[in-house]
């Protein structure tokens, strides 16, 4: 039995014509199922939980990043095989998952391609594609084997399934891409130098693929993780091997 | 690629084709990268290629390959595949395969190493000790005159 959990913002008038065709579309392929919508403080996870007991075994999340992310953040080891349709814009998981966007995913998702995702671990949450932390002042040790400083304030980005892009500066036209590997987490560091009077300048990106990373900072630190925002002092970030089972697209990038 | 040679006249074309085709190789599996002005202490040890644009202090190992660039310095024992220097390094450097000291490289600390090029104007102090020198072999014992009074010309009168 499938169901179907749509992001609030699908309300909206101008995505009803591409819902209704995907709804068509699923019905035509027999995997239409039932449809639950998401609201800002719906906890997920006991919403799927009692779907499952309920007889679910595949919940599809339709939506952007964000809802991906709010979703799988509390939800990812929820026995069953997770489906994504996205819709709208801010879509960049998608394409890592190897889906279209639009209703050319349903049928990605009527093909049940499965694989077994790896997903990051932080502090008390998954997340699926990427973590950041905003610039401070903080020191990272990997895998406590070795630990990582700069003079001023760095910023970190955490990789799963998103690309890294980056640029040298603001003229900087062209776009550096690091795709991350699988089996591990990319950690980026962007330390930062001061420029002028008030002015910080962006360094070259060091790169570090790890299974374990604890961030610590002398002051509270901003954390983005799947486009949801914290304030942290300390943050311990593991990699959970296979954790996700999920409908992928046959031209995903891992 | 019309215009690409069917055969490379000279063996030197041949060799930076070679050498071209290495480093892009190597660039492609670029996994792990210190940025300048960063800095990292401890046993920094990695699966993949290394390169190192800032400090490194503690000690360094993979068994791939090593960068270091202009600028960077690594105050640690190294041991990796193969590496190429081109900033500073204090520590011993250990490699399974080959070294390649670049013209700006300064190296303080003994190598061990398979096969070893450096290019002009890089410096290094300490002990270099190549594989593959069967050192059960006697050296070969070179026969030396000595100033005896049998091996003086001897002059019967």
């Known amino acids: 039995m499938y169901v179907y959990i749509y992001d609030n913002f699908l309300r909206q008038k101008n995505f009803l014509p591409i819902i209704r065709s995907m709804e068509v579309v699923l019905t035509d392929y027999g995997i239409a199922g039932k449809i639950l919508r998401l609201q800002n403080y719906t906890d997920s996870k006991a919403v799927i939980e009692d779907e499952i007991k309920r007889g679910a075994k595949t919940v599809v999340v339709v939506g952007n990043d964000a809802t991906f992310g709010q979703i799988l953040s509390r939800s990812a080891n929820c026995d069953c095989t997770f489906g994504f349709l996205p819709v709208g814009p801010n879509n960049t998981i998608a394409e890592v998952l190897g889906i279209p966007i639009g209703v050319e995913a349903c049928t990605v998702l009527s093909r049940r391609r499965k694989e077994f995702l790896d997903v990051g671990w932080m502090n008390n949450r998954y997340f699926v594609s990427q973590l950041r932390v905003m610039p401070s002042k903080l020191e990272v040790v990997y895998d406590e084997r070795f630990k990582v400083t700069t003079a001023d304030k760095m910023e970190v980005i955490i990789c799963n399934l998103q690309p890294f892009f980056w640029k040298r500066d603001k003229k900087d036209k062209e776009q550096r891409v690091v795709h991350p590997q699988d089996g591990k987490l990319e950690g980026f560091i962007r330390p930062l130098t001061k420029s002028g009077w008030w002015g910080y300048k962006y360094e070259e990106p060091s790169i570090f693929p790890f299974e374990e990373m604890t961030i610590t900072g002398k002051e509270a630190f901003a954390v983005e993780a799947d486009g949801k925002l914290t304030k942290e002092i300390k943050l311990k970030i593991k990699l959970a091997h296979s954790k996700l089972e999920m409908i992928v697209g046959r031209d995903r990038k891992f | ?157």
Request: a negative charge.
């Open chain 2, 1 to 157: 690629m019309i215009f690409q040679r069917s055969a490379p006249k000279v063996i030197e074309e041949e060799n930076d084709q070679i050498n071209n085709q290495s480093q892009q190789h190597s660039q492609d599996e670029v996994e792990t990268v210190v940025g300048p002005s960063v800095s990292v202490e401890g046993d920094f040890a990695s699966e993949g290629n290394i390169i190192v644009k800032g400090t490194v202090s503690g000690s360094v190992f993979t068994s791939k390959h090593l960068a270091v660039e202009v600028g960077a310095k690594i105050v640690a024992n190294i041991r990796a595949g193969s590496a190429t220097i081109a900033g500073e390094v204090k520590g011993n450097i250990k490699l399974k395969g080959s070294l390649e000291l670049l013209a700006t490289a300064k190296v303080l600390g003994d190598i061990e190493v398979k096969d070893l090029r450096v290019e002009s104007g890089a410096l290094l102090y300490g002990k270099v000790v190549m594989l593959g020198m069967d050192l059960s072999e006697k050296p070969i014992k070179t026969k030396t005159f000595k100033k005896t009074e049998e091996a003086a010309p001897q002059f019967v009168g």
